[in-house]
């Protein structure tokens, strides 16, 4: 999106402003569907950071999600938790992951996220 959405950017503003992470969202970025739950920044980074203290490989990276200063301004990312990519009939990685999207690259989305059946 060349000029990011209004309501996608409120809907965010709210995950973060309630520290709430129930608010399920799917969306469509350069071609990859994907699908979760938002979380706050904070609690995102935080989330990344402990996987990545916890690798022996990779532990060195952790300090790089220490949370930023406190801002005010509107929230210019989706942070999504339990989120899959969809790919055919399944996403990717089974048990979800941790993913960063920018609003402005989002081209389109809905709220609520996409279970899968073999029904």
Same mark, same amino acid.
């Given at each position: &999106? *060349?000029?990011?959405?209004?309501?996608?950017?409120?809907?965010? /503003? %709210?995950? #973060? @402003?309630?520290? @709430? =992470? %129930? &608010? *399920?969202?799917? !969306? !469509? +970025?350069?071609?990859?569907?994907?699908?979760?739950?938002?979380?706050?920044? $904070?609690?995102? %980074?935080?989330?990344? *950071? #402990?996987?990545?203290?916890? =690798? /022996? #490989?990779? $532990?060195?990276? $952790?300090? /790089?999600?220490?949370?930023?200063?406190?801002?005010? #301004?509107?929230? +210019?990312?989706?942070?999504?938790?339990?989120?899959?990519?969809?790919?055919?009939? &399944?996403?990717?990685?089974?048990?979800?992951? &941790?993913?960063? !999207? /920018?609003?402005?690259?989002? =081209?389109?989305?809905? !709220?609520?996220?996409? =279970?899968? @059946?073999?029904?």
């Amino acid at each position: &999106m *060349s000029k990011p959405d209004k309501l996608l950017i409120d809907i965010a /503003a %709210r995950v #973060e @402003s309630a520290q @709430s =992470s %129930r &608010m *399920s969202l799917t !969306v !469509v +970025t350069h071609g990859a569907v994907i699908t979760g739950r938002l979380a706050p920044e $904070s609690v995102w %980074r935080k989330r990344v *950071s #402990e996987v990545l203290t916890d =690798s /022996a #490989e990779l $532990s060195a990276f $952790s300090a /790089a999600f220490d949370p930023p200063a406190e801002k005010e #301004e509107a929230p +210019t990312h989706l942070h999504f938790h339990v989120a899959r990519i969809l790919q055919g009939t &399944m996403g990717i990685p089974e048990t979800g992951g &941790m993913y960063r !999207v /920018a609003i402005e690259d989002v =081209s389109a989305w809905t !709220v609520g996220d996409f =279970s899968y @059946s073999d029904h």
